[in-house]
């Protein structure tokens, strides 16, 4: 086994990708997609500029996160109108009750939250994410199946800012950011003939 391990010219690469840190993005191609016969050197080597391009989105929002106690909707008596409630919602430190209209009130019975939900609502878009079940109501129901999920009653404040990081990669057909590849290319072409 004196052979050359195949892979031993992309552990450069790799090497500098991981000091850079795991969310970095990297894709290693052979050589024989480089010098296939299906589709040009310049082509193939666009295709895997464009795989290793990803663009860190950091997003900051307003959320409010609590855990229900209570949830009352009225409906009005005629039938027609719209509906209108109340929403209790509590941390460790605090209990706050919430007026609802129509759409808050169809999204959080399409998430089907109760009374004893830990859940998050996103200020700007009103979207509704149910955490689980809170760790104080676990005495209060028999019968639970496996994916029921128990956490915490969140501390503090009820309305929070939360930051999201989210990596969007780009693909050779779904890429948006235009950027000029064969720049690129050539810049790395001529840094390889120099080393």
Not at 37 to 58: D, H, Y
Not at 153 to 180: A, D, H, M
């Amino acid at each position: 086994s004196s052979g050359i391990n195949a892979e031993w010219p992309l552990r450069p690469g790799m090497g500098m990708a991981q000091a850079l840190g795991s969310d970095t993005p990297f894709y290693g191609i052979a050589g024989s997609e480089v010098f296939s016969l299906e589709m040009s050197k310049t082509e193939s080597l666009t295709q895997a500029f464009r795989k290793s391009i990803g663009v860190r989105i950091k997003e900051e929002s307003e959320i409010i996160e609590g855990e229900v106690v209570e949830m009352q909707i009225d409906r009005p008596a005629t039938g027609t109108g719209q509906k209108v409630g109340k929403l209790t919602l509590k941390t460790t430190e605090m209990e706050t009750i919430y007026d609802l209209g129509a759409k808050m009130i169809e999204s959080l019975t399409k998430e089907k939250v109760q009374a004893g939900d830990v859940i998050t609502i996103d200020k700007a878009s009103g979207k509704i994410s149910k955490l689980g079940r809170s760790f104080t109501r676990a005495k209060d129901y028999d019968a639970m199946g496996p994916q029921t999920k128990f956490v915490q009653c969140p501390e503090g404040e009820l309305q929070k800012r939360k930051v999201g990081i989210y990596w969007v990669f780009c693909f050779p057909k779904e890429c948006t950011v235009n950027i000029s590849l064969s720049r690129i290319i050539s810049c790395i072409i001529l840094i390889i003939t120099i080393w």
